[in-house]
């Protein structure tokens, strides 16, 4: 955990940053009743709920100013300590002055409140086990999010839908370890089977499943809040580089009838205005590569320039297939591609794919319904060729989920291989999956070996 979390009380600006009609100052911590004691002209409210106050004038104000007060008081709080809210005037100047005259109000009764650091408050609600660590991160996304897919990836996670999975997943893993276990401690009784193999691996393969399915419908934590990659793909001279400049507005790259004029991925920023369903306009960065063809014998920067390319689409949300018209006949667009037939001025390719955009970057034909098909494409469908995701995930999630997923499929492969009713290699299936149990409890938090027993017990009588 941060190194900087201590026990003190902490304040902070908890509002956007900007001019509004109301902002938010919010507090933590086990003396912030007593200091709004002091700083309120009545007494703090110990029950929680929503009151009207008058704070008192502190250095920069020179006269009292009122306020709705909010009170949380422990344990029923976000963070888990006596906790309020102070709706004021939503002045950024004013609301930092309110922070700045409670730390002083604060010295002057012998308090500790100080200003929070980035996330403090999250961070101490995990600490006292108020959110675990994916619903700490989901509100993190959710505050980051930028579209209505990814506002609604991250609130999956921020409501515990990866920790409900987890669990889940967790209780499959620990029944059938309860099994096992008992299989191991009743082995000098022949026609005792708690478990018979075929059982085993059918329960493995059930939960594998479900992990598999987790990870297929969801989206990179790391990516929300970032703007979208948008790649123009296609062979060489296939007009990319002409309708990237086309699309900006701007002569960004050099242009050139010679195929390979572009050896590298340029990158560019492209506000897409008024898209539809987005929370505000799109930001997306357009990336410029090199054709694809296969390199030239010997040459080590053909080679390079191909794998970059390569590495840029993978990472794309949104890949413009790029086709001329001296190319023939379009394929069909795949999952997460929009199928632009580039020269329109120069040549119609006949019988387009369904859904292929027509576009010229010299007359601008068909530019205005790009931008639009990009947007509806990064707002709806574009998170991956999933074609929208229901859930973020960040990389240790994905880890944790990956090395679970492995461990299981380790230890379904020695039930299938069990030659008779019950399984084989007890012991070792066995530490497979507290391996599995360790690595699914890293997801929102340790699982702790005593949970595990617990399970067990619970789930098999071990005097019958």
Do not use: Y
């Not at 956007?16 to 507090?27: I, S, Y």
């Amino acid at each position: 955990m941060h190194e900087r979390l201590d026990e003190a009380d902490i304040a902070a600006v908890a509002s956007p940053p900007d001019r509004a009609p109301r902002g938010l100052v919010r507090l933590s911590g086990e003396g912030v009743l007593v200091l709004l004691d002091a700083a309120l002209e009545s007494p703090c409210p110990r029950r929680r709920g929503v009151s009207t106050a008058r704070l008192r004038p502190m250095a920069a104000l020179g006269a009292p100013l009122p306020a709705v007060l909010l009170v949380m008081p422990s344990p029923a709080s976000f963070t888990g300590e006596d906790a309020a809210e102070l709706a004021i005037p939503g002045s950024p100047w004013l609301l930092g002055a309110v922070v700045d005259g409670l730390i002083e109000r604060s010295r002057s009764i012998g308090g500790d409140l100080r200003r929070a650091h980035p996330g403090e408050f999250a961070a101490r609600a995990f600490l006292r086990g108020r959110i675990d660590l994916s619903r700490a991160e989901g509100l993190a996304a959710s505050i980051a999010a930028r579209t209505d897919a990814e506002l609604a990836a991250a609130r999956s996670l921020r409501e515990g839908a990866l920790a409900r999975e987890g669990e889940a997943a967790a209780d499959a893993v620990a029944a059938l370890l309860g099994l096992l276990e008992a299989g191991i401690d009743f082995a000098d009784e022949e026609d005792v089977v708690a478990i018979s193999a075929r059982a085993l691996a059918e329960g493995l393969a059930a939960t594998r499943s479900r992990l598999r399915h987790l990870i297929d419908r969801s989206i990179g934590l790391e990516s929300i809040g970032g703007a979208p990659r948008v790649v123009l793909a296609g062979p060489p001279n296939a007009g990319k580089s002409s309708l990237f400049n086309a699309l900006l507005g701007t002569r960004r790259t050099v242009t050139s009838p010679v195929a390979g004029t572009t050896r590298d991925a340029v990158v560019a920023r492209l506000l897409l205005e008024g898209a539809p369903g987005a929370m505000e306009a799109v930001l997306v960065e357009l990336v410029d590569l090199a054709g694809e063809e296969e390199p030239r014998p010997a040459s080590t920067i053909d080679d390079a320039m191909q794998r970059r390319a390569a590495a840029e689409r993978a990472r794309a949300t949104v890949v413009l297939r790029c086709h001329p018209p001296e190319a023939g006949a379009a394929r069909s667009a795949e999952a997460g591609e929009i199928l632009v037939l580039t020269k329109s001025d120069l040549a119609r390719a006949p019988d387009a794919p369904a859904g292929a955009i027509r576009a010229s970057a010299a007359t601008g034909e068909g530019l205005g319904e790009l931008r639009r098909a990009i947007a509806e494409a990064v707002i709806h469908g574009g998170l991956g060729s999933s074609g929208g995701a229901e859930l973020a995930l960040s990389e240790r999630h994905r880890a944790a989920i990956s090395r679970a997923t492995s461990l299981l499929a380790e230890a379904e492969a020695f039930a299938r291989a069990s030659e008779g009713e019950a399984p084989r290699d007890e012991e070792l299936v066995a530490s497979l999956l507290r391996e599995a149990l360790d690595a699914l409890g890293t997801i929102g938090g340790r699982l702790e070996p005593d949970e595990v027993l617990g399970r067990i017990f619970a789930r098999f009588c071990i005097g019958k």
